[in-house]
């Protein structure tokens, strides 16, 4: 292996990526893990399940890059055909793995209880010239090669794992992060990243110029806009006794200085979680009434472990009579004002106050689309109130998107409009 | 370009796909738009924002297919630099483009409402041998290039997309896809999708095998494992005046002949759809009451447009308070057999047929982890009662995933359950 940055490569092999059918998680998550050791990913490629082309992806990665990740193909179907391929690539011939096949055997007979076939034994055939990784969640085994450099005499490593993406993350943790750990003792990349709201990218980028043009080679900076949103990111890639840490996190706090009129939250984590740990700071607890959202906003409060500690529950009333009954909005408001409307979010907000007995809580109602809209209200109309039982605040927003994107915007904005209220309680 | 099967690559530009930052659901977007009108997806490419990566990118991809879409790196910052690249790369120099200024400014002024600043503008260059494809809903432009190959003698085309998910939308629909229609007019990829539930992708291939063999060759199958069930796919690829629909259309009948057993839908859509479906054409609601899954099966109901026609609401208990008041399950219940219990479950969808009035419903609570189990409750541990008013039925289940898995496995398969309950019915 080269003395600088390793660099990795990820290949992701099923005709499921290719056709749009299967949205690639896998590939995010490994680039973290990777990351977080020290390894830089160079490249990603998506290939079917075409011999010719992965064997292309395997030259061009191996010349390219120090490690290679494959998932996908492993599967014992004919479409499958990572394994032999792996085998013809390396110059070894397939034998049958004893530990393996035991693996298989149990599989079968105590978590499926299904009958074993000819076919999932073959699960337990390797190539000869690699080191079996058991996959303790399922029956495809992962394969580890190495693999000598002629060009330049170093060790190439090429890692094949299952597509399925718990099968995958344990292999990584139980094997494959640990080794290559032990391999690049010596690297560091280390990301910081923030939140801002309220101004533009190419505004915040005019404000910070200067400081922007005088950051050290090593630090990279990048803006991502998001939801109305605009994330920033600071990278750093070194060695570990080069004091780059330091130096990030010293253009970090200047970062933060810098664009404070706008900075939510200074970490790379959801608004779920920042909402979450605010809340759990000050021993509060929070509840939602939804309409528009249809759930996605308790969903994303819940899929934060831990959040039962602040998070009571969720009336999600999508039909008007739910809003009357059980969060109790009175008919005449909705008849007068329209379910999407300053008044009716007031009232839902009240009702979840006095049905939840939450320390806040936030309502939402809006036209998602793509039908519902009107002249007066069109498609992308939403009202949010939020705060607590004295303190009630209401605010509406326009979005011009489609039906899940103005969900995930309605949802968003929420978040951010209580984790401000919250704040500004002090 | 050549006669067979036209051949499209997806490039995306940006470091945050690579350090796994944010998940790339652009590409398979546009790869389902591409199938849809014959293109077929021989590669996907994510690189960083290095000059050098992109460059070779698009050399590899110009060299092995036709049609090259490029996402991303098109902002106002720095670390934005696809289009002075593509400039090179294609031998041009920037000039500046008088509609896409204009646009530029009418944003600013009437959209964004921000003061416009000189970098804003430099949006508006564009290499001068591109079509400029004007972003109605941004100020990146999408360029359209075309380059002679000279080894063959056909036309590559490459285009150039900015990264936001609806802005590249909105320029693939308006004009690349109409263009492209019209470039490939006899090409046809057809897929044939179902979904089965109770057998292992071991156990179907087995059970179809010799014909999985007789298949012709223009056709592929491909097993996509997923929540415990299958997804069968089928993909004929072939000139419009081949045959080739019919084919498929003969073949997919037979295999649904084939795996009737267990077959649970017969086209490629999620649950909800086939659930919303059905629903709607029996003119029937439903309701759902939540514990463990916090929101995220109402999610996914009102994920789809027109769910408001059967889809009334749903209570999300997550707190065993909310449980008792709102949806009236027993304390003496809670306390003799816990939240999770088919006890437990029973009363929340009885509690919340009496409130929302539904013809169906589904309750589910659980353990999602990491913590929150028990010796006798461990962690996956979920209760589901699903049913019409007069009749209930409840299931328990032992998964033993992270919480995000744990969360969409119970939602899957609630959906699932409630499904096969409905077509019982008859």
Same mark, same amino acid.
């Given at each position: 292996?080269?003395?600088?940055?390793?660099?990795?490569?990820?290949?992701?092999?099923?005709?499921?990526?290719?056709?749009?059918?299967?949205?690639?998680?896998?590939?995010?998550?490994?680039?973290?893990?990777?990351?977080?050791?020290?390894?830089?990913?160079?490249?990603?490629?998506?290939?079917?399940?075409?011999?010719?082309?992965?064997?292309?992806?395997?030259?061009?990665?191996?010349?390219?890059?120090?490690?290679?990740?494959?998932?996908?193909?492993?599967?014992?179907?004919?479409?499958?055909?990572?394994?032999?391929?792996?085998?013809?690539?390396?110059?070894?011939?397939?034998?049958?793995?004893?530990?393996?096949?035991?693996?298989?055997?149990?599989?079968?007979?105590?978590?499926?209880?299904?009958?074993?076939?000819?076919?999932?034994?073959?699960?337990?055939?390797?190539?000869?010239?690699?080191?079996?990784?058991?996959?303790?969640?399922?029956?495809?085994?992962?394969?580890?090669?190495?693999?000598?450099?002629?060009?330049?005499?170093?060790?190439?490593?090429?890692?094949?794992?299952?597509?399925?993406?718990?099968?995958?993350?344990?292999?990584?943790?139980?094997?494959?992060?640990?080794?290559?750990?032990?391999?690049?003792?010596?690297?560091?990349?280390?990301?910081?990243?923030?939140?801002?709201?309220?101004?533009?990218?190419?505004?915040?980028?005019?404000?910070?110029?200067?400081?922007?043009?005088?950051?050290?080679?090593?630090?990279?900076?990048?803006?991502?806009?998001?939801?109305?949103?605009?994330?920033?990111?600071?990278?750093?890639?070194?060695?570990?006794?080069?004091?780059?840490?330091?130096?990030?996190?010293?253009?970090?706090?200047?970062?933060?200085?810098?664009?404070?009129?706008?900075?939510?939250?200074?970490?790379?984590?959801?608004?779920?979680?920042?909402?979450?740990?605010?809340?759990?700071?000050?021993?509060?607890?929070?509840?939602?009434?939804?309409?528009?959202?249809?759930?996605?906003?308790?969903?994303?409060?819940?899929?934060?472990?831990?959040?039962?500690?602040?998070? /009571?529950?969720?009336?999600?009333?999508? !039909?008007?009579?739910?809003?009357? &009954?059980?969060?109790? %909005? $009175?008919?005449?408001? *909705?008849?007068?004002?329209?379910?999407?409307?300053?008044?009716?979010?007031?009232?839902?907000?009240?009702?979840?106050?006095?049905?939840?007995?939450?320390?806040?809580?936030?309502?939402?109602?809006?036209?998602?689309?793509?039908?519902?809209?009107?002249?007066?209200?069109?498609?992308?109309?939403?009202?949010?109130?939020?705060?607590?039982?004295?303190?009630?605040?209401? /605010?509406?927003?326009?979005?011009?998107? !489609?039906?899940?994107?103005?969900? &995930?915007?309605?949802? %968003? $904005?929420?978040?951010? *409009?209580?984790?401000?209220?919250?704040?500004?309680?002090?």
């Amino acid at each position: 292996m080269s003395s600088s940055v390793i660099t990795a490569s990820i290949i992701t092999i099923g005709d499921e990526l290719l056709i749009g059918q299967t949205i690639d998680t896998n590939s995010a998550w490994m680039a973290q893990q990777l990351n977080a050791i020290g390894i830089w990913v160079k490249k990603r490629i998506a290939v079917g399940d075409e011999r010719e082309e992965i064997w292309q992806s395997l030259d061009e990665t191996i010349a390219s890059t120090d490690i290679i990740l494959i998932t996908g193909g492993l599967g014992p179907t004919a479409d499958d055909i990572t394994k032999p391929l792996l085998c013809d690539y390396f110059g070894g011939k397939m034998i049958v793995d004893q530990e393996a096949l035991q693996h298989v055997k149990y599989i079968f007979q105590h978590i499926l209880k299904r009958p074993l076939l000819e076919r999932n034994m073959k699960q337990a055939e390797v190539p000869d010239n690699c080191t079996v990784l058991i996959n303790q969640r399922g029956t495809a085994p992962g394969m580890w090669f190495e693999k000598k450099d002629p060009s330049s005499d170093s060790k190439k490593i090429i890692v094949s794992l299952p597509g399925v993406p718990h099968e995958m993350k344990g292999l990584m943790q139980t094997y494959i992060i640990p080794r290559l750990t032990n391999l690049i003792a010596d690297q560091l990349i280390i990301h910081r990243t923030l939140l801002t709201a309220g101004a533009g990218e190419s505004f915040i980028a005019e404000h910070i110029q200067e400081w922007e043009n005088s950051l050290p080679s090593q630090i990279k900076l990048a803006y991502l806009p998001s939801y109305g949103m605009v994330r920033m990111r600071l990278t750093a890639k070194g060695r570990k006794d080069s004091g780059i840490e330091n130096i990030i996190d010293q253009k970090f706090t200047e970062l933060q200085e810098l664009v404070k009129e706008w900075l939510v939250i200074s970490a790379d984590e959801p608004l779920e979680k920042a909402v979450g740990d605010l809340l759990q700071e000050k021993g509060k607890t929070i509840s939602t009434a939804e309409s528009c959202t249809g759930g996605y906003l308790a969903h994303l409060l819940t899929s934060i472990a831990g959040s039962s500690a602040y998070y /009571k529950g969720s009336v999600i009333s999508y !039909d008007n009579t739910i809003k009357e &009954q059980i969060l109790k %909005v $009175n008919r005449i408001t *909705l008849d007068n004002h329209g379910a999407v409307s300053r008044e009716t979010v007031t009232e839902m907000l009240q009702g979840l106050f006095d049905s939840m007995q939450t320390d806040y809580g936030i309502a939402v109602s809006g036209i998602m689309g793509p039908s519902g809209g009107s002249k007066e209200k069109p498609t992308g109309t939403v009202w949010i109130a939020y705060g607590s039982p004295g303190n009630c605040q209401t /605010k509406s927003f326009h979005f011009r998107f !489609d039906r899940q994107r103005n969900i &995930q915007l309605t949802a %968003v $904005n929420a978040l951010l *409009l209580l984790f401000q209220f919250i704040q500004s309680e002090g």
